[in-house]
């Protein structure tokens, strides 16, 4: 299948996480290798990364291509969007209401979830999760348009109340080379305040 396919992907993870991405037309710019020589400014495999940071959130990401907004589905809770070589990466961002808790708020937002993607074409085939008091971490796969993908996420509550995705998001037979190889080092940089 061809690198540079659109295919309309609503991922279970970010949605419940804070938001929507759509995997898109791939970028350019090549991954790169495995290095000996780790410098500032990469991460272990010689892949250049930059800092995303709030004033309670850091993490590094990828140095890749943007994604272009009008590729993302309700954008207001993406924060960044970065693809590469068949690995999408994003940021989401949402203040979780008062009262809730953010383990309720994750679990409500997955139950709500599977009921919006029919209206997509999306089948959700399986799904892994471990949701805590301010973390969680969920595995997706589902298929869109006969191609199966595979979602890697982590979400973290602030002591703001606001909650950060994280998602990985590739084909599920690509994934394992294209995105496997940046996630111990970027979930390794995330801090929280």
């Known amino acids: 299948m061809n690198k540079n396919i659109i295919i309309v992907v609503l991922v279970v993870v970010i949605f419940a996480i804070g938001g929507y991405f759509i995997f898109m037309k791939q970028g350019s710019a090549p991954i790169v290798s495995q290095s000996e020589n780790k410098r500032p400014g990469e991460f272990s495999n010689g892949q250049r990364y930059q800092i995303y940071q709030t004033d309670n959130f850091q993490v590094k990401y990828p140095y890749w291509p943007n994604v272009d907004k009008k590729n993302i589905l309700e954008p207001e809770n993406i924060k960044l969007a970065v693809a590469n070589e068949g690995c999408n990466f994003l940021i989401s961002s949402i203040s979780i209401p008062k009262g809730t808790t953010f383990k309720d708020y994750i679990n409500q937002r997955l139950q709500e979830s599977n009921n919006k993607y029919d209206k997509y074409g999306i089948k959700i085939t399986k799904i892994t999760k471990d949701i805590k008091d301010t973390s969680a971490y969920i595995e997706s796969e589902f298929v869109v348009n006969n191609v199966a993908v595979k979602s890697v996420s982590y979400g973290y509550f602030t002591s703001q109340g606001v909650s950060y995705g994280i998602a990985f998001i590739a084909e599920k ?21």
């Open 173 to 193: 037979n690509n994934f394992d080379k294209v995105c496997q190889p940046l996630i111990k080092e970027v979930i390794e940089s995330v801090k929280i305040k």
